[in-house]
């Protein structure tokens, strides 16, 4: 008996090695396994940090940008007023050359119309026969209807016709 009890006793004691050596394993696993970790963890604090710094850096990059947008829009915007200003401008420009151009027509064809109210209607139908019809029609169209009734007599009657109903539209 004593046998045994020394047997499991030594068993006992040999099993409790055993096991402290396990345990002891363990600690060793685990304390490597937190210095990796430790390790990784600074590793992403890092990368953290960076991604911080890029960040920063791109916002910034952002608002140069858009403040450089900001001033070529409005260098932009003020090329296109002064540019309206320009056109409105020559508008207001044609207009009036426009308006000369038409008075400048007006006297031209009174000056015309007189000449031709002057002149004998036979002479004045031969003339205005050989004229185009647009302007035939634009010098009888001035001319009081008394001389274009005495100009029209004395005109080839097809041609007459034509520059009458010309003269009616």
């Given at each position: 008996m004593r046998f045994l009890l020394l047997s499991v006793l030594l068993l006992s004691s040999l099993y409790s090695l055993q096991t402290s050596d396990k345990l002891f394993e363990c600690t060793e696993i685990f304390k490597e396994r937190k210095s990796e970790l430790l390790v990784e963890l600074e590793r992403i604090d890092e990368?953290?940090?960076?991604?911080?710094?890029?960040?920063?850096?791109?916002?910034?990059?952002?608002?140069?940008?858009?403040?450089?947008?900001?001033?070529?829009?409005?260098?932009?915007?003020?090329?296109?007023?002064?540019?309206?200003?320009?056109?409105?401008?020559?508008?207001?420009?044609?207009?009036?050359?426009?308006?000369?151009?038409?008075?400048?027509?007006?006297?031209?064809?009174?000056?015309?119309?007189?000449?031709?109210?002057?002149?004998?209607?036979?002479?004045?139908?031969?003339?205005?026969?050989?004229?185009?019809?647009?302007?035939?029609?634009?010098?009888?169209?001035?001319?009081?209807p008394k001389i274009v009734g005495q100009i029209l007599t004395k005109m080839d009657p097809k041609k007459a016709s034509k520059l009458t109903i010309l003269l009616t539209k």
């Open positions: 990368q953290k940090q960076a991604l911080s710094a890029l960040k920063t850096a791109t916002e910034e990059l952002l608002k140069k940008k858009e403040v450089n947008l900001n001033q070529k829009e409005e260098v932009l915007n003020s090329k296109l007023e002064e540019v309206t200003k320009k056109e409105a401008s020559i508008k207001q420009m044609l207009q009036k050359n426009e308006q000369v151009l038409k008075e400048l027509k007006d006297i031209k064809t009174s000056r015309t119309a007189q000449t031709f109210s002057k002149m004998k209607a036979g002479a004045a139908a031969a003339i205005l026969s050989d004229m185009e019809p647009s302007q035939a029609v634009a010098i009888l169209s001035s001319l009081k």
